[in-house]
């Protein structure tokens, strides 16, 4: 059976990644999140830039075309991905995204972390998924919570990221 063409297709994406304070002498990694780079102590921990945000909104995309997801597509230990800009793995979704023939209906993401403050961001970090995307700023959705202090989120000890996304085909949306 032919697999039906749908006209809207809906994704999840989660990500988490521990923050560490930097080694003692060792240059540190920086806290990047959505393209933002935050002037905080701590930075993720991983095997790119880090950058939850962008990795999240990346499965989201995948997870509705129903694409392998960004692990299997960007092996965390290929040495091309070492310290890369999570930005390329956002632009293969979006580029998977077109050549399936759907287009961004819009975006939901959610970011917990209990430091740094986001708000001073929040727009640099929308301008970013923006221009990913290529899409109008109302398409997009960002919003930040705390984790109230309890658990490793809550202690400042990693970043938590969830977004949806809903996808629609191109020729309905025109
Ligand atoms: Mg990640």
């Known amino acids: 059976m032919t697999a039906p063409v749908l006209p809207f297709r809906i994704g999840h994406g989660y990500d988490l990644h521990r923050l560490e304070p930097p080694p003692p002498r060792g240059r540190g990694r920086r806290f990047v999140l959505a393209g933002v780079t935050f002037d905080h102590d701590r930075g993720p ?4 830039d880090g950058d939850a ?3 999240a909104l990346t499965d989201a995309l995948l997870g509705a075309l129903g694409e392998p997801d960004i692990g299997q597509l960007f092996a ?5 991905w070492d310290g890369e800009d999570s930005g390329i793995f956002l632009a293969e979704a979006v580029r998977r995204m077109h050549a399936h023939g759907y287009r961004l209906g819009n975006v939901d993401m959610t ?5 740094p403050k986001l708000s001073p961001h ?4 929308v301008g970013n998924l923006v221009r990913h995307l290529g899409c109008d700023p109302s398409q997009v959705n960002l919003k930040g919570k705390t984790h109230e202090k309890v658990d490793a989120v809550g202690e ?3 970043v938590e990221v969830h977004v949806v996304a809903l996808l629609s085909r191109a020729e309905e949306a025109g």
């Open 156 to 158: 400042g000890r990693a």
């Open 111 to 115: 970011v917990i972390c209990e430091r």
């Open 45 to 48: 921990v991983g095997h790119s």
């Open 53 to 55: 945000a962008y990795h």
């Open 76 to 80: 965390d230990d290929d040495p091309r």
């Open 122 to 125: 929040k727009n640099s970090m």
